[in-house]
């Protein structure tokens, strides 16, 4: 069974509002979790590490106002896409990594439509 | 700078034909661990293998097949006797020694496999 787990799988928000998409670890503890965009038919581009306890780290050309990132838990990473247009519109995909080391887990992805 | 290129966009195949989707990198890094994933139209990523740098042995798991070649800087993905299911989306990726620790991927392109009946 998944590992790691992303809510809601998809959502469809109107343009102008703020959508929060969660990445959980199941049975593991994540001090870091990663945060992907993929846009279709494209591949998936690092957007952000999100680190337990203190502030992500964006990749360039992200912004970090735009895609808010909380890592309040071991276990819980949120992605918040504030004030969503329609070229927000992608597949988020998260992973994560037991501390410690180990395999990388992806999370089943959240679909975004803004409208 | 770190890369992958996965020149294959898309792949048709008949079933039972054998296909090879490639995947060349660049790494300045002499550790590093190179992944192949599937990504089936439901989206979620699909963990094949991992394989380290100083691990040159390809490696077989039924009917896929992993050619790996430092010399030419590839990992070429096999599937042999391709069935219908294995119509997805095949990403080659990799992770430096710096970051292996913390799981940052940097993906190919993605190649799109159609295995037709």
């Known amino acids: 069974g998944a590992v790691v787990s992303q809510h809601p799988s998809w959502v469809i928000c109107k343009s102008g509002t703020s959508v929060k998409i969660e990445c959980r670890s199941l049975?593991?503890?994540?001090?870091?979790m990663f945060w992907y965009r993929q846009f279709p038919k494209q591949s998936l581009m690092l957007m952000a590490t999100?680190?337990?306890?203190?502030?992500?780290?964006?990749e360039q050309g992200v912004e970090k106002d735009k895609f808010l990132i909380n890592h309040a838990s071991l276990t819980l990473s949120t992605l918040t896409v504030t004030s969503a247009h329609p070229e927000d519109s992608s597949f988020y995909i998260c992973?994560?990594?037991?501390?410690?080391?180990?395999?990388?887990?992806f999370g089943e992805g959240s679909r975004l439509t803004v409208l | 700078a770190q890369k992958v290129t996965q020149a294959q966009t898309e792949i048709s195949v008949v079933e039972k034909e054998d296909v090879t989707l490639d995947c060349v990198y660049e790494?300045?890094?002499?550790?590093?661990?190179l992944f192949w994933y599937k990504q089936p139209p439901s989206g979620e990523l699909v963990f094949l293998i991992r394989?380290?740098?100083?691990?040159?042995q390809n490696e077989i798991s039924g009917r896929y097949s992993w050619n790996f070649q430092k010399s030419t800087s590839s990992f070429n993905f096999t599937i042999t006797a391709s069935q219908v299911v294995d119509s997805a989306v095949y990403f080659c990726?990799?992770?430096?020694?710096?970051?292996?620790?913390?799981?940052?991927?940097?993906f190919g392109q993605g190649t799109t496999l159609q295995v037709k009946p």
């Open positions: 394989r380290n740098s100083f691990d040159e």
């Open positions: 999100s680190n337990e306890g203190s502030k992500a780290t964006y």
């Open positions: 790494t300045r890094d002499t550790t590093y661990y």
């Open positions: 049975d593991f503890q994540a001090t870091t």
């Open positions: 990726a990799l992770s430096e020694a710096r970051s292996s620790n913390t799981g940052k991927l940097i």
């Open positions: 992973s994560a990594r037991r501390s410690g080391g180990g395999e990388l887990f």
